[in-house]
């Protein structure tokens, strides 16, 4: 009789990003990639392009002492050399370091310092932001993508430079799947950004989940216009599902106000597309201005996370015939939960699938979901509470470094700091959440970061900042002031004093003054009592 341990199931190999170039090159080199450049004019390469500047790319950071687990950082729009930074630089076995250039000069530097990335690739248009945060790191070369056309100024080195030359192929070094081939950082949790490490066989794995007929189905049909930041969660996989699948590209460069991505997504005819509420308001409302400046695809989809839509998002998307795909996804998940309907609902009357849709909805597969409560799992009744914690194939397995260890359960499922419920159907619906965070634009702001240099102020004798619901922002944050006895605080004051510690979009809209701030038994801001007594918040027309 045979042993079954003669018997071998499949023959494996494993699944490293060479894997997307190499069916890249071989089925779609033709197929091409729209960049639109600062100038506003539009940039056409093709796939079989990227690959061969990505092998250059690769030989040229090889040859410059690039080692396996090394860190090279990109500060970068979404463009075609991004695309070539996301396939040439984990083939190496380094680590690419997407830097999101929303952030504060200072936790730039903080990131790039605890990264400890070596190299840096940055955008000539981004050498300002660049410039503000370069005495306090320490980076060996940094390369300038002259992506405006103009040339790389002195005394930097031009990225054209890696890539030039005759083509070259880069030899793949034998890579375990396991080998990290991304980091993004997140304020996602609370504390310091922490860098979410993504194996290469994540990647891999979460392109293939992006193809699905129940997820975002990227295929060879497809044109895709990227629109979530290629810095933001690997820029939602499809800078790998999009040449995995065979799918037109087409990236907007810095022009993201809703005109000029409108306008690209009539004149490419994309059928997919992606992005934050805040964007896709923004969209309809131009759509909507001017329907017959901007003819759209039939076939076009949109999916839409990072925040929870509002109702009237998807009823304007169902007016203008686009297919909404509610997701909900995050740094350290990749693709996540979706809320596509189960064919039966698609009979329920309108009102009740609106009420699904907007549900964060159900795990994709291979992904795992639970709610756990104080008791342990909660019932799926649609009204218990608990945290909301995953578990699959591309869900990072710990932060650079091995941070924050306990964002993981003891049996391996991530905590991710939502609270949600969920019903008889499996849909998940997420009610709050317990980070100290306020996501705005799909950006976060750290409502501790913004109570403590607040409460720094001499005046000032306690402070909280919290979350309240905006209808373009989805939220923004507003500061609860108590001054110190006999001073009198304004709101002018304030706001001058942070203005040189944060970003500009970080700083509250609104200040409220008080004699107390309501506390919770253990002592703390009754932050909850709060966010209930301001939920609706007037804010002024923007
Ligand atoms: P990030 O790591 O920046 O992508 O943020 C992830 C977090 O954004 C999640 O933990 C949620 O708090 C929030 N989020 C993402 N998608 C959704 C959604 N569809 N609905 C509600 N919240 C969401």
């Known amino acids: 009789m045979q042993m079954v341990s003669e018997w071998r199931a499949t023959l494996t190999y494993p699944l490293t990003l060479s894997r997307v170039l190499e069916r890249m090159i071989r089925y779609w080199g033709h197929v091409d990639v729209v960049t639109r450049r600062p100038d506003r004019s539009l940039h056409r390469t093709t796939y079989a392009d990227l690959y061969r500047r990505a092998h250059a790319l690769a030989r040229a950071l090889t040859r410059l002492g690039i080692r396996p687990g090394d860190r090279v950082a990109t500060l970068c729009w979404n463009h075609s050399m991004h695309m070539e930074c996301y396939l040439g630089i984990p083939i190496t076995g380094a680590i690419l370091h997407t830097l999101n250039l929303r952030l504060h000069p200072s936790d730039l530097a903080y990131i790039v310092n605890h990264a400890e990335d070596r190299f840096l690739i940055v955008d000539d248009v981004l050498l300002p932001l ?4 370069k005495q306090e790191v ?8 002259p992506f405006s056309g103009e040339s790389v100024p002195e005394p930097y080195e031009s990225y054209e430079e890696l890539v030039k030359g005759p083509f070259e192929p880069f030899p793949y070094p034998d890579l375990p799947e396991d080998t990290p081939a991304m980091m993004c950082y997140t304020s996602g949790t609370t504390g310091r950004p922490k860098g979410a490490l993504y194996s290469h066989r994540a990647m891999v794995l979460a392109a293939m989940a992006t193809m699905l007929a129940d997820t975002f189905a ?3 049909r497809d ?5 979530v930041p290629m810095f933001h969660v690997a820029g939602w996989v499809l800078p790998f599902s999009a040449p995995l699948a065979g799918a037109r590209l087409v990236l907007p460069g810095p022009h993201l106000d809703p005109e000029s991505v409108l306008e690209l997504i009539s004149s490419e005819g994309a059928t997919f597309s992606g992005g934050v509420p805040t964007v896709w308001l923004g969209i309809l409302d131009a759509l909507e201005r001017s329907p017959e400046k901007y003819p759209l695809r039939r ?9 929870a839509p509002p109702e009237s998002l998807l009823r304007r998307m169902k007016r203008a015939g686009i297919r909404l795909i509610h997701g909900w996804g995050m740094t350290e998940v990749l693709i996540g939960i979706q809320s596509h309907l189960k064919p039966y609902m698609e009979t329920w009357p309108e009102e009740q699938q609106v009420a699904m849709q907007l549900k964060q909805g159900m795990p994709v597969p291979l992904l795992e979901a639970r709610i756990v409560g104080p008791e342990g799992e909660v019932p799926p009744d649609d009204r218990t509470m608990g945290e909301l914690q995953v578990r699959g194939p591309w869900v990072a397995g710990s932060y650079f470094r091995g941070e924050a260890p306990e964002a993981w359960t003891p049996d391996g499922w991530f905590r991710t700091g939502d609270v949600a419920v969920w019903d008889a159907e499996g849909f998940i619906k997420i009610v709050d959440r317990t980070k100290d965070l306020i996501k705005s634009g799909g950006e976060w702001i750290s409502s501790v970061d913004l109570e403590n240099a607040l409460m720094t102020y001499p005046k000032v004798k306690e402070a909280a900042v919290i979350a309240v619901p905006h209808p373009k922002w989805m939220e923004r944050p507003l500061a609860v002031v108590v001054p110190r006895e006999g001073e009198t605080v304004t709101e002018e004051e304030l706001r ?28 703390k801001l009754a932050k909850l009592v709060l966010r209930e007594q301001f939920k609706d918040w007037k804010w002024p027309e923007s």
């Open 223 to 227: 044109t895709i216009l990227a629109v």
């Open 130 to 133: 660049f410039e503000q945060f």
């Open 496 to 523: 001058e004093y942070l203005r040189p510690k944060f970003a500009k979009w970080w700083l509250p809209d609104a200040f409220v003054f008080t004699k107390e701030i309501p506390k919770t038994s253990t002592g």
């Open 218 to 220: 990227v295929s060879r």
């Open 299 to 307: 076939e076009l989809r949109v999916a839409v996370g990072g925040s």
């Open 138 to 145: 320490r980076l060996e070369r940094v390369f300038v993508i």
